[in-house]
């Protein structure tokens, strides 16, 4: 027996009819002895419709009535799932977070869960019921009304949930059946992991694989729990068998690196185009100088991805190369342009139209050399290298987005990740 | 200055720039130097798709999660009308049922408002707050979990939150801009009234005046709440005249007996069609048999509307005769042949398509001859009377449907009610 939460996503929850097919999925794991509760997304599209109404009411709102309206989408979802569940024979109860309680601060539109009472969960569990909760939302201790977590905040949810009860493990019922080592629209050879690390999932999701919310990845991290990725468009009938073909979770697990045997030096190769490189030649170094520069670009709200610092040929100044995002760059450069003397350089330059080509990977740490290969597999296919940066597990370089998919591709195969039998 | 409770219907909510112009009509009362406290209804239609949703998920669903989810119509409304409302510069928050809180009983889906705390609301309003509270809605304080009042239930809301408040009125805007004599599509002479008593307003809207709910107006007498019935299409910054006239309510007010200075004898005309009229001749008669056949009735769930019971020509058996809806016509016959020997009579006999016409008037119990005059005035039309019943303050007749608009155009110029100059 094993204590689940599970989670459902706004397409697996888009109409009766998907909830249906997600609720027996519930039924399934309940079968096999499981404890399980449930926490549900609104329905696909739901939520962007009350967003547009509290725009189009006002746009400067009350960040405490956007949460008090938009709540509402997860209220419907979660009671229809008790419904159906019910329905199946299965006991079970809706809890919107208020009544759970899933206490957060007070940050409304992106509140921190600040902590969960499990009580109440704990004791239906315990006695064969399915709680299902509302996602994305909870009560401010603070003022006592309805909180949001922010966009995608469901999984964060669910994840809180599961630490709170002390779940085995908490599955992610998205759209997509797992993580895979590439996009599988730009190589078709991609794999999907058996087990990824939670550091590696971390910089996956960073790096443009938008299948969790980071937050709920560091989170799970933190409470080391157990993640599964995994689609609800399966046959909720069909044998549980992980895509390493051994019985288990049909999705991708997301663990702690203790959990997998085997590491890969590179798991994964992950592409970020349209990023825009911006270099300051000749900055006046001086304490404070990159505070100065960036603290420029974050007072206008642009996020700066890369950057990469080096001595100038003079060895008195600094040369400065960053990217940002493509659609930012006219905003970044004239920002920097009007610094109000805030710092000082001799030449901007830039350009719009770079890809980030990362591989990620915790065996790099044990592995010399990654970056070198990984430099040379590009240089074999003739592509040239702008920008470089390194973190312990992760290689990233900027190139023209022209050569992008070749980029990934190569690395993809260079790395030994091509599925075999494709 | 008046401390106010104002309550907007779905019309009234239906989008953005209806919830806009309703809004106006607060920020008049608000720059009139009144207090005001706002209660709103679901978008139009959408209480409907979330029942439907809660049909197709089960239709032997669990009423608590009928409530859960169907309560999240005002939340999103009770939400953008706050939003709007501080854009107009206006001070305000939204209050879902549990957070006032309104408390109800457990009954879901039909609960009753059992106590409201009105400390919070009181604060606010007294600070040159407009609370805006959702309406249809409450926590049972035995389970606390969020209830419904039934369809319709926000004028309930609004006049409870009225009473709790001390309000010393509560504005109903709706789609209509008054309580008419009569149906106006019938009689297009009809005239909006200015006043109207609790116990008129209670007759009319039993009688087919779909105003009002029936219970806003029991509970709106009880605790003398001075209501209005207007429209929220009007003009919020058109000047404030009532229908006689004089400033005021743009409107029909609906108030205690003592305010109404001039008493008509007939304040109004209704209309209900498709009634069926079944009666039972030489019912053997003892005591409870009434109850024998009411009961058997009321078993199939059927309402039953007219009632009258004369002594039979035999003086030792009793005639009963009644209606029901058309629609309940054939069950409620085979329910009476198939009694179960729970009574005995000679024969049924029946037909469908009656029409019940009414005239109602706090007048009419100091005068006498209402009804003879009634009877009168449809005979000049050769309009044949079937049944009969009469109340302290109503006289209703059962007529053939083909003469339903014939006789309300009679008795309404008979009563004196035509507009003089249409």
Chains 1, 2 share one sequence.
């Not at 933190?222 to 046959?235: G, M, Q, Y």
């Not at 065996?363 to 597999?377: I, L, W």
């Not at 030994?416 to 494709?422: E, F, M, N, R, S």
Request: proline fraction near 3%; charged fraction near 25%; hydrophobic fraction near 40%.
């Amino acid at each position: 027996m094993a204590r689940i939460v599970v989670k459902f996503g706004g397409t697996s929850m888009a109409n009766i009819e998907r909830i249906r097919n997600s609720a027996r999925h519930v039924k399934r794991e309940i079968e096999a002895g499981n404890e399980v509760a449930v926490v549900v997304s609104a329905m696909s599209g739901k939520t962007n419709e009350l967003v547009g109404w509290v725009n189009e009411a006002s746009p400067l709102h009350d960040a405490r009535e956007y949460d008090a309206i938009v709540a509402s989408g997860e209220q419907v979802t979660a009671g229809l799932m008790a419904i159906v569940l019910s329905e199946m024979g299965i006991q079970s109860r809706s809890y919107s977070g208020w009544q759970v309680p899933i206490y957060t601060d007070d940050s409304h539109g992106a509140a921190r869960i600040t902590d969960i009472d499990p009580t109440e969960l704990n004791e239906r569990m315990s006695n064969g019921w399915v709680p299902v909760i509302t996602g994305f939302q909870g009560i401010s201790t603070k003022n006592n009304r309805v909180t949001t977590l922010g966009r995608g905040g469901s999984d964060t949810s669910a994840v809180a949930v599961a630490a709170a009860v002390g779940a085995d493990r908490c599955d992610i019922y998205t759209d997509v059946d797992g993580v895979y080592t590439t996009d599988p629209r730009i190589v078709p050879k991609a794999q999907r992991m058996t087990k990824i690390s939670f550091e590696e999932m971390l910089e996956m999701a960073s790096l443009g694989a938008k299948v969790l919310m980071i937050r709920s990845v560091e989170m799970a991290m933190a409470h080391k729990v157990r993640l599964t990725v995994r689609s609800s468009f399966d046959d909720p009938d069909a044998p549980q068998i992980a895509p390493d073909g051994t019985p288990g979770v049909p999705g991708t697990l997301v663990c702690d690196e203790e959990e997998i045997m085997e590491k890969q030096i590179v798991s994964g190769v992950t592409l970020a185009k349209a990023e825009a490189k911006i270099t300051l030649r000749a900055v006046k170094d001086s304490p404070g100088v990159a505070a100065a520069i960036f603290g420029t670009l974050a007072d206008k709200g642009i996020i700066v991805d890369m950057i990469v610092q080096n001595i100038s040929d003079d060895g008195a100044t600094t040369d400065i190369t960053f990217t940002v995002p493509d659609s930012e760059y006219d905003k970044a450069v004239k920002a920097l342009e009007n610094n109000g003397g805030r710092f000082e350089y001799a030449r901007l330059s830039g350009s719009k139209g770079g890809a980030k080509v990362s591989v990620v990977g915790v065996g790099m740490r044990s592995h010399a050399g990654v970056a070198s290969s990984m430099f040379k597999a590009l240089a074999d296919k003739g592509i040239n290298i702008q920008l470089i940066t390194t973190s312990e597990i992760k290689t990233s370089v900027l190139i023209d987005e022209e050569y992008a998919e070749l980029a990934v591709r190569a690395l993809h195969t260079y790395y030994g990740l091509d599925k075999k039998d494709a």
